[in-house]
């Protein structure tokens, strides 16, 4: 089964500077990669994710790369803003059958202005 | 609005009791996950229900149950309820594994 690596646990940034979370994963046949964003009191929700046959994908101010040799992931946020602050999660799928997304024990971002 | 609705919101219960929380999933998702999210240990998997059938197990405790209907809304039961048991329960679906999961707003289970 997979197990998911997620740091940092906090990461304290001012607006305008980049923010980078790394996670790992331990199931090399994983092929789906996806990051959520939860915000204070509300329900996880998809931000980006990538699969396993590209190594960065970017959706305006953030992106996603792939190592799948090292079998890890991150997400990076440029200009970060105040309503970046949120809790990220990584997550992976529980096994080679593809079935339930594991997820990392999160990262609270705190962007200050 | 993830399209996945819980019921109920908020719950408070005595430990010793049993509860059933609800899950409605998106309009033809086949797959429903039940997540519990504590102040510590993030978002943990519990079960997977694909269409009617029990998929996956995670770290679902032999007190807890879920069962998927014909109509693919899920319940969550939670028996012999103890304190630490007091989290936020998530619902969500997918159309198939290995795309996005939408979650549903979750159940404040509070036991006292």
């Known amino acids: 089964g997979e197990n998911v690596e997620q740091h940092p646990s906090t990461l304290s940034v001012q607006e305008g500077d980049s923010a980078v979370i790394k996670c790992t994963y331990s199931d090399s046949a994983s092929n789906y990669f996806p990051w959520y964003k939860q915000e204070l009191g509300k329900r996880p929700q998809l931000i980006i994710d990538?699969?396993?046959?590209?190594g960065e994908k970017k959706d305006q101010r953030i992106a996603v790369t792939l190592n799948k040799t090292a079998k890890h992931f991150s997400l990076h946020i440029t200009e970060t803003q105040p309503e970046d602050s949120a809790v990220y999660f990584c997550?992976?799928?529980?096994?080679?059958?593809?079935?339930?997304?594991?997820f990392g024990k999160g990262t609270t971002l705190s962007v200050s202005s | 609005d993830s399209g996945v609705t819980q019921t109920p919101k908020h719950l408070i219960t005595a430990t010793g009791q049993r509860v059933t929380l609800r899950c409605s999933p998106r309009s033809g998702d086949l797959s429903v996950y039940w997540y519990q999210q504590s102040l510590d240990q993030g978002l943990q998997f519990l079960i997977q229900?694909?269409?009617?059938?029990?998929?996956a197990k995670g770290n679902i405790l032999e007190r807890f149950s879920a069962q998927q209907f014909p109509d693919l809304h899920s319940e969550l039961n939670l028996s012999s309820l103890e304190l630490g048991d007091s989290a936020l329960y998530f619902c969500a679906s997918s159309t198939k594994t290995g795309t996005e999961a939408f979650f549903g707003q979750g159940t404040r289970l509070t036991v006292v």
């Open positions: 997550a992976a799928p529980k096994n080679q059958a593809g079935t339930a997304l594991i």
């Open positions: 229900y694909y269409n009617g059938e029990e998929r």
């Open positions: 990538i699969r396993s046959n590209v």
